[in-house]
């Protein structure tokens, strides 16, 4: 048999991880023969757009170097497919590129909307009499996917988001004067991100001084004096918060209003925002950092035990499919924190497509302006561990297509 795998949503730094995970099992199993990378997610499906991976991934060294490159080797997609019965064109093209190339399973390493792609594939197979199987590999640094108790990708992007934070309280803290530094994380509607900057509590830090979330409804009259309290006791204040916080109408003028192909707003921008509202109100020295792209690519200050399990679960993938099942998407279930212990499992592809896990209210402080220590406990494990990473003239190698 042969296989097809694709990548999907935004890049991480473990996305490549799972790929590996699904090309190794691959190899250790006698009665799969070609593994297909798909460029562009499921583009390259309907596209027939499919590379040979053995022609690409040919020492252990390949591998090695594929599993700590950050973003998606493959190229990814946001590619939403339609309801099959409102247009079967699109799924047929996906059928005849299976057909063409003998595939018998098909693996898609992505977030909430593209399980939602597993979903709908695997149930337009079925009804087509086709016996191919698809299996979901979660991956996503907003950690928002449901059933599974993380996602491959976050415990790398906590570690850095916490590390860079922690080196903004070290710059931050140099002079005489009053100031106040803004962080603003990625996460649309759920502040998982965000909130596991209480980690550096671990090491002795106070800061973030202050923590907002989306989950909680965000007043900026309150936020003011929150801030006005921290300055009482901290020369200087570091915030961080949730690209997703909402504020109201009359502040909200750099609310672009776009939208990308999912229909999920554009939200960055609060940082900046609430950067000019402290200015207006406060008038010590404010700044505002927006850490982007860098949170989601930065594979030099990746977890291990991010890395290793982004890479168990793409194996696991596949012998879920060797065992015959389809339609389905892998899931962490933890056993325990200390010692860290999870296993894998798998569940409904319609149990996470389309569907978000927010950030627990029990870990959300009664003023909605930080996070309670006991969600230290769920966050520590995951960013454990370091990678050593292959260096070329002190720069970090990454492997390219």
């Given amino acids: 048999m042969n296989i097809a795998v694709a990548q999907s949503g935004g890049p991480t730094c473990a996305i490549n991880a799972?790929?590996?995970g699904v090309f190794k099992q691959a190899l250790k199993t006698p009665e799969i023969d070609a593994v297909f990378g798909s460029i562009n997610g499921i583009e390259g499906i309907i596209n027939d757009e499919l590379i040979d991976l053995k022609l690409v991934i040919k020492s252990n060294e390949d591998m090695e170097l594929l599993r700590q490159t950050p973003s998606t080797v493959l190229g990814s997609c946001r590619c939403k497919l339609p309801e099959a019965d409102s247009d079967y064109s699109v799924y047929e093209k996906i059928l005849t590129c299976f057909e063409k190339h003998r595939i018998e399973a098909f693996f898609y390493?992505?977030?909430?909307?593209?399980?939602?792609?597993?979903?709908?594939?695997?149930?337009?197979?079925k009804e087509a009499g086709s016996s191919v199987r698809v299996i979901g590999i979660p991956k996503t640094i907003d950690n928002d996917l449901p059933v599974t108790d993380h996602t491959p990708g976050f415990g790398s992007a906590a570690k850095y988001?916490?590390?860079?934070?922690?080196?903004?309280i070290r710059d931050s803290s140099v002079y005489s004067i009053e100031s106040i530094t803004i962080v603003e994380i990625m996460g649309r509607h759920a502040g998982w991100l965000t909130a596991s900057t209480c980690v550096l509590r671990a090491n002795g830090e106070i800061a973030p001084h202050l923590i907002y979330l989306p989950e909680r409804e965000f007043s900026v009259e309150?936020?003011?004096?929150?801030?006005?309290a921290m300055q009482a006791k901290h020369k200087a204040v570091v915030i961080a918060v949730s690209e997703g916080v909402e504020i109201s109408e009359k502040d909200e003028d750099f609310r672009s209003?776009?939208?990308?192909?999912?229909?999920h707003?554009?939200?960055?921008?609060?940082?900046?925002?609430?950067?000019?509202?402290?200015?207006e109100r406060i008038g010590c020295k404010v700044r505002s950092v927006e850490l982007n792209v860098m949170q989601r690519c930065s594979s030099h200050i990746c977890s291990k035990t991010d890395i290793d399990e982004a890479e168990e679960i793409g194996a696991r993938g596949v012998l879920a499919a060797l065992s015959?099942?389809?339609?389905?998407?892998?899931?962490?279930?933890?056993?325990?924190?200390v010692p860290y212990v999870v296993t894998v499992e798998s569940t409904e592809a319609s149990n996470v497509a389309n569907k978000e896990k927010f950030f627990p209210e029990k870990w959300i402080n009664k003023q909605g302006n930080n996070v309670t220590d006991s969600a230290i406990s769920y966050f520590l494990p995951l960013i454990q561990g370091d990678v050593k990473i292959a260096m070329r003239n002190g720069i970090p190698l990454h492997f390219k297509l």
């Fill in 109 to 125: 390493i992505g977030g909430n909307d593209s399980m939602d792609t597993v979903m709908k594939l695997s149930a337009y197979l």
């Fill in 222 to 228: 309150r936020f003011v004096e929150d801030v006005r």
């Fill in 257 to 263: 209003g776009a939208v990308d192909s999912f229909g």
């Fill in 265 to 279: 707003k554009y939200l960055s921008g609060i940082g900046k925002a609430l950067e000019q509202i402290l200015r």
């Fill in 18 to 20: 799972s790929l590996v």
């Fill in 161 to 168: 988001v916490a590390a860079t934070i922690q080196e903004i």
């Fill in 324 to 337: 015959g099942e389809t339609g389905r998407t892998m899931v962490f279930k933890r056993l325990s924190d």
